[in-house]
């Protein structure tokens, strides 16, 4: 049974750090993998997604990387700010269908 | 206007209780999702449908019940709400690979 791992799962940073968040997974099979951000009362947004013949994506600040092997991935988060303050998640889709979540890992940007 | 809207946003129930929470969109995916969200947890899939015809269970589908009355629309119901379904609700849609969540209904059963 596939499992999602984020550690840690909460995070306080200064302004202005690079950072990065861990997600394991324990099946290397699967067929994508997904960060998200979550907001109070906003609900998900998709942030990147990796195929899983792909190594690595990037959205401006944010740079997301992928280790089947390993069953690993990493969420880069450069040059901090507070409004990056909010909770991340990491999803795996196994091959078949259902998105398998991590916990998430909450973030704090302080000013 | 929000492309994944959630009624209600927060609802306070009573054991045994039937309630339903909706969810509509607008982006004209045919695949729509019902999860849930505890303290601590992942989310975790409750039913998901890929057509208007289509239904099928996720991994804690029991004491659930959905209706996809359109493409735009699934509705999950708690036949007799218990405390233990006190959790934030999640509905979501997607075309291909990319998910689009709605805003959430937290729920709370006395």
């Known amino acids: 049974k596939q499992e999602v791992t984020q550690i840690p799962a909460a995070l306080s940073v200064p302004e202005g750090e690079n950072l990065v968040l861990n997600c394991s997974f324990t099946?290397?099979?699967?067929?994508?993998l997904q960060w998200f951000r979550q907001d109070p009362g906003k609900g998900l947004t998709s942030l990147l997604l990796?195929?899983?013949?792909?190594r690595e994506q990037t959205s401006g600040r944010l740079n997301a990387s992928l280790d089947k092997s390993s069953g690993r991935s990493t969420l880069y988060i450069a040059a901090s700010q507070p409004g990056d303050s909010a909770t991340y998640l990491c999803a795996v889709r196994p091959i078949g269908f259902k998105t398998i979540f991590g916990a998430g890992t909450r973030l704090f940007v302080k000013a | 206007d929000a492309d994944v809207t959630q009624t209600p946003r927060n609802r306070i129930t009573k054991t045994g209780k039937r309630i339903m929470l909706e969810c509509s969109q607008t982006?004209?995916?045919?695949?729509m999702y019902w999860y849930r969200q505890d303290p601590g947890l992942g989310l975790r899939l409750i039913y998901y449908?890929?057509?208007?015809?289509?239904?099928n269970k996720g991994e804690i589908s029991d004491g659930y019940s959905v209706s996809r009355q359109a493409q735009a629309k699934f509705s999950l119901s708690l036949e007799s709400a218990i405390p233990n379904q006190t959790a934030l609700y999640f509905c979501a849609t997607s075309a291909k690979e990319t998910q689009y969540f709605g805003p959430g209904t937290r729920l709370l059963v006395l």
């Open positions: 990796i195929q899983s013949s792909q």
């Open positions: 449908s890929f057509d208007v015809k289509d239904i």
């Open positions: 982006k004209g995916h045919d695949r």
């Open positions: 099946d290397s099979a699967i067929y994508n």
